[in-house]
């Protein structure tokens, strides 16, 4: 086992679970709370309190354990596991970004999220050379050694999960992993939790909605080493992901395609800002190649420290409200400036790990 990981409890699991379910709890703040606090647990213990003196008008809405409890029980009674951020099953690559998912459900085989990964997106009205290029690059990927990893949609992503089958391929649902969408695709759904694996950071059952699918797309490249883009209109989701990949310090690679297609608009536009022109499964091993072969920097883990809860800390909230107070005026400021501002943190240019003038159309 790697050093600092380690299994959760099923009591530390449960616990887990409440806390990423509970109001205003996301990744990056659940991460805050179990630095601070040492264990989910107390972190349960303290919201109460934090919600109050932070202002809020109404108490804050805690994870009922029933809640919780309904939500192992269906996971259970799917086949599937809820893996955490500390486990050593939890893909390495995804465990690196700040606001990795502190739980993921994974249905299928969990060895396929140790091995390399390539995702691949593109348009979900793809054109047929589109597909049929999609499905053979991916069993090109498959052969060179990489898991093939996409969100399931119609058109590339669908392709490109059909061509890597064999070699091993993971589905990142916008939804719970057992809510096929679109419906069309529920045998290659069967496939993929037979021979990969399908995850969501979702509760089973739940629905996809539109705010969902941004949140996907950040861990399909997260899972992954670099995503290629096939074929996207200028306003496409793929290119969302792209941008994902390149603020995560991935590596970003398109199809080009004919100027006259608009599914073309997208690919083209990220070759003009830096993308990898990718015309064969060669040119993402060539530039992957190194990255496979050197060690992971992976970002802090969280709830492992042994650490003693933190008190009331009174002087520091007044401290806190004072900044901020002084802080505000008639002109807007970003939660992100005054986070910084709060942590007395420079505000430094966000640069691209991979190419720094990447222009993307949300």
């Known amino acids: 086992m790697d050093e600092g990981k380690r299994r959760l409890s099923a009591a530390e699991r449960f616990d887990w679970l409440r806390l990423i379910r509970s109001e205003n709890v996301g990744p990056r703040t659940f991460a805050r709370l179990l630095d601070r606090y040492g264990s989910a647990a107390a972190a349960l213990d303290a919201l109460p309190d934090l919600a109050r003196r932070g202002g809020a008008r109404r108490p804050i809405r805690i994870c009922p354990k029933a809640d919780a409890e309904r939500e192992m029980q269906a996971t259970e009674r799917l086949g599937?596991?809820?893996?955490?951020?500390?486990?050593?099953?939890y893909p390495s690559w995804l465990a690196a970004l700040d606001d990795a998912p502190p739980l993921l459900c994974v249905q299928g085989d969990t060895s396929v999220l140790a091995r390399p990964m390539v995702a691949m997106v593109g348009a979900r009205n793809a054109s047929l050379n589109g597909r049929n290029f999609a499905r053979r690059l991916a069993a090109d990927l498959g052969r060179a050694g990489y898991v093939v990893a996409s969100g399931m949609a119609r058109g590339i992503d669908t392709a490109a999960h059909q061509g890597a089958l064999a070699s091993g391929t993971v589905a990142v649902l916008a939804g719970g992993t057992d809510v096929v969408y679109p419906p069309e695709n529920s045998d290659l759904w069967r496939e993929i939790s037979l021979a990969g694996a399908v995850v969501s950071e979702m509760p089973v059952g739940t629905q996809p909605q539109a705010s969902h699918f941004p949140r996907r797309n950040r861990i399909i490249s997260g899972l992954s080493l670099g995503v290629v883009v096939v074929e996207a209109n200028a306003r496409s989701?793929?290119?969302?992901?792209?941008?994902?990949?390149?603020?995560?310090?991935?590596?970003?690679?398109?199809?080009?395609?004919?100027?006259?297609?608009?599914?073309?608009?997208?690919?083209?536009d990220l070759l003009r800002h830096g993308a990898t022109l990718?015309?064969?499964?060669?040119?993402?091993?060539?530039?992957?190649?190194?990255?496979?072969r050197r060690p992971l920097a992976e970002g802090k883990r969280p709830g492992f420290r042994a650490l003693q809860p933190a008190g009331p800390d009174d002087s520091g909230m007044e401290k806190a409200r004072a900044q901020v107070a002084e802080a505000l005026g008639p002109a807007p400021v970003t939660v992100d400036d005054m986070y910084r501002c709060l942590l007395e943190i420079p505000k430094k240019p966000r640069k691209s790990a991979t190419f720094s003038s990447l222009r993307i159309a949300a």
């Open 237 to 268: 989701g793929s290119l969302i992901t792209a941008r994902f990949a390149a603020d995560q310090g991935r590596e970003v690679f398109a199809v080009p395609g004919s100027p006259l297609d608009p599914r073309a608009a997208g690919p083209n």
């Open 278 to 292: 990718t015309e064969s499964a060669a040119d993402v091993t060539d530039v992957l190649g190194d990255l496979t």
């Open 80 to 89: 599937a596991r809820l893996l955490g951020l500390a486990e050593p099953d």
